[in-house]
C-alpha cells in the first residue's frame, strides 16, 4: 500500500527550528515531485514548498523563502523540510504529498497525502 507518514513537528519558540520529514512507503519516492502544505484554523491550506521528481527543482512560497528548505534523500525515501527562524504564523497542520510532472501549487493536483504534523510556534 501507498503510505506517507510526516514526522518531525512539535512546540517550538519563535525564531526556532524544526525539520520535517516525509517518509513513503510502498513507492519509490524518488519517481514523484513531492510538495509540503500547511492549513492553519481558519485558513485555507496552502503550498509551502515543493522538490520536483523531473528537473529537482524546487519552488517556495514567498513566505517561506529564505528560511526554509526542502531535500531529498533518495536512499531513504525521505523528504525534509528544513524550518528555520520559526514565525508564529507557521503554526499549521504540515501535510506531505505526491504528484507527477513538475511542481504545481493547487493541493488539488497531489494524489498521496500523508496525515499531517502539528507544527505550533509559540511564546
Known amino acids: 500500500q501507498v503510505r506517507l507518514v510526516e514526522s518531525g513537528g512539535g512546540l517550538v519558540q519563535p525564531g526556532g527550528s524544526l525539520r520535517l520529514s516525509c517518509a513513503a512507503s510502498g513507492f519509490t519516492l524518488d519517481y514523484y515531485t513531492i510538495g509540503w502544505f500547511r492549513q492553519a484554523p481558519g485558513k485555507e491550506r496552502e503550498g509551502v514548498s515543493c522538490?520536483?521528481?523531473?528537473?529537482?527543482?524546487?519552488y517556495y512560497a514567498d513566505s517561506v523563502k529564505g528560511r526554509f528548505t526542502i531535500s531529498r534523500d533518495n536512499a531513504k525515501n525521505t523528504v525534509y523540510l528544513q524550518m528555520n527562524n520559526l514565525k508564529p504564523e507557521d503554526t499549521a497542520v504540515y501535510y506531505c504529498?505526491?504528484?507527477?510532472?513538475?511542481?504545481?501549487?493547487?493541493?488539488?493536483?497531489?494524489?498521496?497525502w500523508g496525515q499531517g504534523t502539528q507544527v505550533t510556534v509559540s511564546s
Open positions: 504529498a505526491t504528484a507527477e510532472g513538475s511542481c504545481r501549487p493547487t493541493w488539488s493536483e497531489y494524489d498521496y
Open positions: 522538490i520536483s521528481s523531473l528537473s529537482g527543482s524546487t
